[in-house]
């Protein structure tokens, strides 16, 4: 079974557009991220989320949101897509200050 | 706040050892240490969390400092397994809500 799961894990679209990726955790965490990891392997937490509070790293444009129908699910969501925005974006869950689990990964390439 | 990570890049021979390093600039609560492989999600390794800690997985260890502003990894007798980019994350405060990492450590193990 898989622990955190992401779809899609390839994303290729165009300039402008709106899309969005899901997230899935199985594990009865209860505190979810996502990450940005760019060329540089950087990883850039963007969003951290438990069933009290949404943690937004204030560097993130607000083009990025996310959203958290349930507690095993927290989806981002990003408009107006730009050349910058092309990376890997990776979902984690954790139980509080325990290890994190990652998803596979959602490369994102914007052209 | 991000953890400053070093070296950035290590290259060994099959049999060395390695250390990499963690700071932060003020006192953390809590410090994981990750390893990813090329196209994969970063996967966990250890979790520390009071000062003057050691844990130790196989041939590779973790230390957090008494003050708890500085972790090490040691990598001993290194395998070509152990090729990978190490990540250090931290947690300022109990909130179990705000893992951030640092920028990254690649290793590279050689025959």
């Known amino acids: 079974d898989t622990a955190v799961s992401q779809t899609p894990k390839y994303l290729v679209t165009q300039m402008g557009n709106d899309k969005s990726i899901k997230c899935e955790q199985n594990l009865g965490h209860d505190t979810m991220y996502w990450y940005k990891q760019d060329s540089k392997k950087f990883l850039k937490i963007m969003f951290s989320?438990?069933?009290?509070?949404?943690?937004i790293n204030e560097t993130v444009p607000n083009r990025f949101s996310p959203k958290s129908p349930d507690k095993a699910h927290l989806n981002l969501h990003i408009n107006s897509l730009e050349l910058g925005d092309s990376a890997v974006y990776f979902c984690?869950?954790?139980?509080?200050?325990?290890?994190?689990?990652f998803g596979q990964g959602t490369r994102l390439t914007v052209v | 706040q991000q953890p400053v990570q070093s070296p950035q890049a290590v290259i060994l021979r099959e049999g060395e050892d390695a250390v990499i390093n963690c700071s932060s600039s003020k006192a953390l609560y809590s410090v994981h240490w990750y390893r990813q492989k090329h196209g994969e999600a970063p996967v966990f390794l250890m979790i520390l969390l009071k000062g003057g800690e050691q844990k130790g997985h196989e041939k590779i260890s973790a230390s957090f400092n008494e003050k708890k502003q500085q972790s090490s990894l040691y990598l001993t007798a290194s395998q070509l397994s152990y090729s990978g980019t190490y990540f250090c994350g931290t947690e300022c405060n109990n909130a179990g809500n705000m893992l951030t990492f640092g920028g990254g450590t690649r290793l590279m193990v050689k025959p």
């Open positions: 984690a869950s954790s139980h509080t200050n325990t290890e994190a689990f």
């Open positions: 989320y438990n069933n009290k509070e949404l943690i």
